[in-house]
């Protein structure tokens, strides 16, 4: 039996420090004593059970009071539990939580050369790419492997998800590897290559006026007219 829950006890804090520690390896995400300032500030902390065991979580924060937001600190279910729909239940949830309280768009940051989250992220969610950031993070281990931090960052609008690009109006894509994650194990010089040449390709054509507007799991990402 699966259910979300919010993380509202201790233990299940250090229980969710757990599962994103084994998610990122040893740097660490966030720890148990600011997820337990986050939660009860009131904002979303919770965790995915499977069978009373937890095996993912999601954590976001509230923007400026103005702006109606959320940004979605970070969304990760365990590896052996992927590629079920699960992830898209706890956005879905992290969704329904956030118009209840009266938001109206999440936002984050993921690495473009990841691509099952660019395809999770821009075509299964509809949310859409506001920036690129070079080195956002600095250099550090987890998902980036020891290599420089580059990040997307995007937009989910809640009550209105966007749609992938008519093909007519697509003028431009660049392609990224098919899994750059099993790519830096094997061979990070090769991993490195790919993002300095995305980095490069991104600045190009968001430099000649062009945005992205979606992910194409062949042709990588679609650009249109700004």
Do not use: C
Request: aromatic share 8%; no cysteine; glycine share 10%.
């Amino acid at each position: 039996m699966r259910e979300i829950r919010d993380l509202d006890t201790v233990e299940l804090i250090l229980e969710a420090q757990g599962v994103l520690d084994a998610i990122r390896g040893p740097e660490r995400v966030v720890d148990a004593g600011t997820l337990r300032a986050l939660q009860q500030a009131g904002n979303y902390a919770v965790g995915l059970f499977d069978e009373g065991r937890m095996v993912g979580a999601s954590v976001a924060f509230f923007g400026e009071p103005a702006s109606r937001s959320m940004h979605s600190h970070i969304t990760a279910l365990l590896p052996e539990f992927r590629g079920r729909g699960w992830g898209r239940e706890l956005k879905e949830h992290q969704r329904q939580w956030a118009l209840a309280h009266g938001v109206g768009h999440v936002t984050w940051t993921f690495d473009p050369l990841v691509a099952r989250n660019a395809h999770f992220f821009l075509t299964v969610l509809g949310a859409r790419v506001t920036g690129y950031a070079v080195n956002q993070y600095g250099i550090f281990g987890g998902g980036d492997a020891g290599d420089e931090s580059d990040r997307l960052d995007v937009k989910w609008s809640l009550a209105e998800v966007a749609k992938a690009p008519e093909a007519s109006a697509v003028v431009a894509t660049v392609a990224i590897p098919v899994d750059v994650e099993r790519m830096r194990e094997e061979s990070p010089a090769e991993a490195h290559e790919w993002r300095m040449r995305l980095r490069r390709d991104m600045a190009v054509l968001t430099g000649r006026g062009l945005a992205i507007a979606g992910f194409d799991a062949e042709r990588g990402y679609l650009f249109v007219e700004a």
